[in-house]
């Protein structure tokens, strides 16, 4: 899939030079997948008396290359900028620390001798150069490319991914402005931007491994090996920590076909195309996940989203064609004080005050995410039921309609962009991607149009509706919920 793949031509130098070992296979440029691992003799692993045993792996590397975050902390020991850098940071996480590092070393492989405030160089100052930097995942496709994602479930993700990289790139300004190495190189030259630290984080993301001994790490000539869900090959770590691709038992490759690992247990379309830029429809699974919009007139709704915490979402899931849904805040958002729920400020042992939440006056603080399973035993249960299901069938309606729609402003406008402008490989993967998504939520809806006429021929709904209608002014509950959702 990369577009720019780099000069790998010169790669083979620096992996003999940093002791990289290749056997019956080399690293070439494979159509639509960017630099992949491919066979140069027939590759296969009989089993003997033995069992099935590897000669010699396909691929090996010396442990001291791979970048993890004990590697970053070592180098840290040995270069005083880049300790001053990782301490000013405070970066804790395995990702925080292997993208400074990235960073830094993209900064260094940009600088000449003549240049001031140079870094120490490394054997991925050399390494990153043959690195796909053309911006494939999503969160670093234009504004044009991003705007195909419309409808589908990347449209917000991808939009807070990238608020927060522009958070975390203002931090790391606020952080380092006071060590003058790094003020100076990062902001007074301007050596990095938001592009190089999206870029790194894209690396991050889509090259690191998640090895035996040493976490998740970037092994170089490893990271180059594309990803199947049938794959040839997988990595381990040897017994002196070296790291190496080795045949499947049961495999064979002929001459001139791809070696491929797993990156993992089967994800969702978004997920992969998120992390990846890529789909494989035929391995995804049949999953998607929304963000469920809070009724604005709702005065409850602050004190549900404080006490439900989590992000207010709907998983939609059809297995072997049947759709189920799963929205644990959606069921509390339908409720409200006439139905019994209550919200109390008590006083806490510390003399602190606490937000609390109750249903039928039991504390059900806790159990936010529970609101299905504690109403199932109430009289009005499928009221409650029929008032999700109208406002999810409401939300997916706009949903659908959003993603078959052409892109176009908050305030309706079409957004016009220059076709030219577009990557093809990023326009067939959101192609790719609306496909799926658009059938899931064409099911969701039919499903949900099915629930809904099933719930408004049920008795005890038709008594609740009947008892609305005779109900004097102003005696109907007047819940958000109810006035929001049309029943009908
Ligand atoms: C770990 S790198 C593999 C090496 C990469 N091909 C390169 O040129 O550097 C992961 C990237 O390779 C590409 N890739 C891996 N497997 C792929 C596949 N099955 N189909 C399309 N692209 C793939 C994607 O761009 C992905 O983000």
Request: proline content about 5%; aromatic content about 8%.
């Given at each position: 899939m990369p577009a720019n793949?780099?000069?790998?031509?010169?790669?083979?130098?620096?992996?003999?030079?940093?002791?990289?070992?290749?056997?019956?296979?080399?690293?070439?440029?494979?159509?639509d997948k960017g630099?992949?691992?491919?066979?140069?003799?027939?590759?296969?692993?009989?089993?003997?008396?033995?069992?099935?045993?590897?000669?010699?792996?396909?691929?090996?590397?010396?442990?001291?290359?791979?970048?993890?975050?004990?590697?970053?902390?070592?180098?840290?020991?040995?270069?005083?900028?880049?300790?001053?850098?990782?301490?000013?940071?405070?970066?804790?996480?395995?990702?925080?620390?292997?993208?400074?590092?990235?960073?830094?070393?993209?900064?260094?492989?940009?600088?000449?001798?003549?240049?001031?405030?140079?870094?120490?160089?490394?054997?991925?100052?050399?390494?990153?150069?043959?690195?796909e930097?053309d911006g494939l995942l999503p969160s670093m496709w234009s504004e044009g490319e991003r705007n195909l994602l419309q409808g589908t479930s990347l449209e917000q993700a991808v939009a807070a991914k990238r608020?927060?990289?522009?958070?975390?790139?203002?931090?790391?300004?606020?952080?380092?402005?006071?060590?003058?190495?790094?003020?100076?190189?990062?902001?007074?030259?301007?050596?990095?931007?938001?592009?190089?630290?999206a870029?790194?984080?894209a690396?991050?993301r889509s090259?690191?491994?998640?090895?035996?001994?040493?976490?998740?790490?970037?092994?170089?000539?490893?990271?180059?090996?594309?990803?199947?869900?049938?794959?040839?090959?997988?990595?381990?770590?040897?017994?002196?920590?070296?790291?190496?691709?080795?045949?499947?038992?049961?495999?064979?490759?002929?001459?001139?076909?791809?070696?491929?690992?797993?990156?993992?247990?089967?994800k969702r379309a978004s997920e992969m195309l998120f992390s990846y830029g890529f789909i494989d429809k035929a391995y995804s699974t049949d999953e998607m996940t929304l963000m469920?919009?809070?009724?604005?007139?709702?005065?409850?709704?602050?004190?549900?989203?404080?006490?439900?915490?989590?992000?207010?979402?709907?998983?939609l899931?059809?297995?072997?064609?049947?759709?189920?849904?799963?929205?644990?805040?959606?069921?509390?958002?339908?409720?409200?004080?006439?139905?019994?729920?209550?919200?109390?400020?008590?006083?806490?042992?510390?003399?602190?005050?606490?937000?609390?939440?109750?249903?039928?006056?039991?504390?059900?603080?806790?159990?936010?995410?529970?609101?299905?399973?504690?109403?199932?035993?109430?009289?009005?249960?499928?009221?409650?039921?029929?008032?999700?299901?109208?406002?999810?069938?409401?939300?997916?309606?706009d949903q659908l309609g959003r993603l078959r729609r052409a892109p176009q402003y908050e305030?309706?406008?079409p957004i016009h962009v220059d076709a030219s402008d577009l990557r093809p490989v990023c326009v067939q993967a959101a192609a790719t991607l609306k496909e799926i998504e658009g059938s899931l939520l064409e099911?969701?809806?039919?499903?949900?149009?099915?629930?809904?006429?099933?719930?408004?021929?049920?008795?005890?709904?038709?008594?609740?509706?009947?008892?609305?209608?005779?109900?004097?002014?102003?005696?109907?509950?007047?819940?958000?919920?109810?006035?929001?959702?049309?029943?009908?």
């Amino acid at each position: 899939m990369p577009a720019n793949p780099g000069p790998i031509e010169g790669l083979p130098v620096w992996q003999r030079l940093h002791g990289v070992q290749f056997h019956k296979c080399e690293l070439q440029l494979i159509k639509d997948k960017g630099t992949g691992l491919v066979a140069t003799e027939p590759l296969s692993l009989v089993a003997d008396e033995e069992g099935f045993k590897n000669d010699r792996p396909l691929l090996t590397v010396p442990r001291g290359l791979a970048l993890s975050a004990e590697a970053v902390r070592e180098y840290a020991n040995v270069d005083n900028h880049f300790r001053e850098l990782l301490n000013a940071t405070g970066h804790e996480t395995a990702r925080g620390k292997i993208m400074l590092y990235l960073l830094v070393h993209l900064v260094r492989s940009r600088q000449t001798p003549s240049d001031s405030h140079r870094v120490a160089a490394s054997p991925w100052t050399d390494y990153i150069k043959y690195l796909e930097r053309d911006g494939l995942l999503p969160s670093m496709w234009s504004e044009g490319e991003r705007n195909l994602l419309q409808g589908t479930s990347l449209e917000q993700a991808v939009a807070a991914k990238r608020n927060s990289l522009n958070q975390e790139l203002e931090e790391l300004c606020e952080k380092t402005k006071q060590l003058d190495f790094w003020n100076e190189l990062f902001w007074e030259q301007r050596k990095i931007s938001f592009e190089d630290w999206a870029l790194v984080d894209a690396w991050y993301r889509s090259r690191c491994l998640e090895l035996p001994s040493s976490g998740d790490a970037m092994v170089p000539s490893i990271d180059m090996a594309n990803h199947s869900y049938d794959p040839e090959a997988y990595y381990d770590e040897d017994s002196d920590g070296d790291i190496e691709i080795l045949l499947r038992p049961g495999y064979s490759v002929d001459p001139g076909k791809e070696v491929t690992i797993s990156y993992g247990k089967l994800k969702r379309a978004s997920e992969m195309l998120f992390s990846y830029g890529f789909i494989d429809k035929a391995y995804s699974t049949d999953e998607m996940t929304l963000m469920v919009r809070s009724f604005e007139d709702d005065p409850l709704s602050r004190a549900k989203e404080h006490i439900f915490g989590g992000m207010p979402t709907v998983q939609l899931r059809r297995t072997d064609g049947v759709l189920k849904w799963h929205s644990p805040f959606l069921h509390l958002m339908c409720l409200n004080e006439e139905d019994g729920l209550d919200f109390r400020i008590l006083q806490d042992n510390e003399g602190g005050r606490q937000l609390r939440m109750f249903w039928q006056d039991k504390d059900v603080t806790e159990r936010a995410a529970d609101f299905e399973e504690l109403t199932r035993e109430h009289e009005l249960c499928s009221v409650f039921r029929l008032r999700a299901v109208s406002i999810l069938l409401q939300q997916m309606v706009d949903q659908l309609g959003r993603l078959r729609r052409a892109p176009q402003y908050e305030d309706g406008n079409p957004i016009h962009v220059d076709a030219s402008d577009l990557r093809p490989v990023c326009v067939q993967a959101a192609a790719t991607l609306k496909e799926i998504e658009g059938s899931l939520l064409e099911a969701t809806v039919a499903a949900l149009e099915k629930e809904q006429q099933d719930l408004l021929a049920d008795e005890r709904v038709k008594a609740y509706l009947g008892s609305m209608e005779e109900a004097p002014m102003g005696t109907a509950p007047s819940n958000a919920a109810n006035e929001d959702v049309d029943f009908s």
